[in-house]
């Protein structure tokens, strides 16, 4: 009912926003079509069709959806780096190892966490931490939970601004559960 009602809303939001641009009396660009902008506005994420990648790992289901929001907002997707993989995922498993949670738990930057296993920070990087309970991801599959970890870092301006940042090239997505918990890390660098 949630998932029906949620697509409803959404419909009605887009089918709204046509009716004030078209009763705007504002111009519209050549070639815009109402119906795709509709089909934008209620596409994702309760459309997306979560079986079409039944064979991806959590993090490269993390790295997916990343790169589904990237799309969506005219970015070009990130491109993988093992180096910040590395480092994700060794931060993912101490905060699942311990039940720390936060960016310096282990009395270090994610920029020196990156130094450390080689990775120039010269060049620029930022990192996302997540945190789901098990009891919120437990009846989850593998693209649920990705998805609604993705969706989380969204909801958050300053995880959203991570993700969003056109200087941000390469992502290296990791995650352990722990501690009736599962973290997800997402490292960015750029080029």
Known sequence: MTRVRNFTMEFVSAAAV??????????????????????RRIQPPERINRRSKPNLSLPEAIHYFTN???RRHGLPPFRRDQILASTA????RYMANTGRYGHNVDG???????????????????????????????????????????????????????????????????VCPGNGAGYAVQMFGTD
């Open 108 to 174: 270090r930057t994610p920029g020196q966490r990156l130094q450390a296993n080689g990775y120039s920070t010269r060049r620029g990087w930022a990192e996302n931490i997540d945190m789901l309970y098990q009891w919120q991801y437990q009846n989850l599959n593998v693209m649920q939970t990705a998805e609604l970890h993705v969706r989380r870092w969204m909801d958050s301006p300053g995880h959203r601004a991570n993700i969003l940042n056109s200087s941000h090239t390469y992502m290296g997505v990791g």
């Open 68 to 70: 589904i929001e990237r």
């Open 18 to 39: 046509l009716i004030i641009v078209a009763g705007s009396g504002h111009a519209v660009q050549a070639g815009w079509n109402p119906l795709k902008e509709v089909e």
């Open 89 to 92: 995922g060794g931060f993912a």
